[in-house]
Antibody, heavy 125, light 107 residues
Framework: EVQLVQSGGGLVQPGGSLRLSCAASGFNFSPYWMQWVRQAPGKGLEWVANIKEDGREQRYVDSVKGRFTISRDNAKNSLYLQMNRLRVEDTAVYYC??????????????????WGQGTAVTVSS | AIQMTQSPSSLSASVGDRVTITCRASQGIRNDLGWYQQKPGKAPKVLIYAASSLESGVPSRFSGSGSGTDFTLTISSLQPEDIATYYCLQDYSYPRTFGQGTKVEIK
């Protein structure tokens, strides 16, 4: 079965750190860009970061730049999100997401086709 | 960052109705847009990519259109299982940005 299984969420105080993990199974992990997307309680979706297939390129939303680091280990079929200097506003369910790029007429389009089950991160004193 | 504005924020329609959701980008994004469906308590699911291409396995009652700044998701005949919140997502530039969501309910 093609799936992403997440771990590592929990309760942390403001200023603290957490590391989220995402284990891929049922597919060849290394050819895919991967992302993290989050959803604050009762709110909409927010794209957080992504990482290229070989791990050499990462992009972040401005609100997490300098605090969060996305990484991957293709040998372990795993994606990570190291979150430092956490803020109350980082409280959310975090999803690990596969981007199954679609190539059409020379252009590439995102298609987030496999999502993890989500892991809750609560930042509170 | 490109802002994506959806309308309406919620709607109520009857089974069998045609439903239309609109997404407007704050600048031109060609056809670099996807639509996602999220049912309560579940992870989102991709419906449409490249503004109008249907993802494999998605029912044909879902369709997308538009380019530039204005996009539309249409459900041709609303079914009970379509109750969900729908999001657009631009993949034209970084950071990727979602619309705020449209909650669809059955009347």
């Amino acid at each position: 079965e093609v799936q992403l299984v997440q771990s590592g969420g929990g309760l942390v105080q403001p200023g603290g750190s957490l590391r989220l993990s995402c284990a891929a199974s049922g597919f060849n992990f290394s050819p895919y860009w991967m992302q993290w997307v989050r959803q604050a309680p009762g709110k909409g979706l927010e794209w957080v970061a992504n990482i290229k297939e070989d791990g050499r390129e990462q992009r972040y939303v401005d609100s997490v730049k300098g605090r969060f680091t996305i990484s991957r280990d293709n040998a372990k079929n795993s994606l990570y999100l190291q979150m430092n200097r956490l803020r109350v506003e980082d409280t959310a369910v975090y999803y690990c997401v596969r981007d199954n790029d679609k190539v059409m007429e020379g252009n590439t389009y995102d298609a987030y086709d496999i999502w993890g089950q989500g892991t809750a991160v609560t930042v509170s004193s | 960052a490109i802002q994506m504005t959806q309308s309406p924020s919620s709607l109520s329609a009857s089974v069998g109705d045609r439903v239309t959701i609109t997404c407007r980008a704050s600048q031109g994004i060609r056809n670099d847009l996807g639509w996602y469906q999220q049912k309560p308590g579940k992870a989102p699911k991709v419906l449409i990519y490249a503004a109008s291409s249907l993802e494999s396995g998605v029912p044909s009652r879902f369709s997308g259109s538009g380019s530039g700044t204005d996009f539309t998701l249409t459900i041709s005949s609303l079914q009970p299982e379509d109750i969900a919140t729908y999001y657009c997502l631009q993949d034209y530039s970084y950071p990727r940005t979602f619309g705020q969501g449209t909650k669809v309910e059955i009347k």
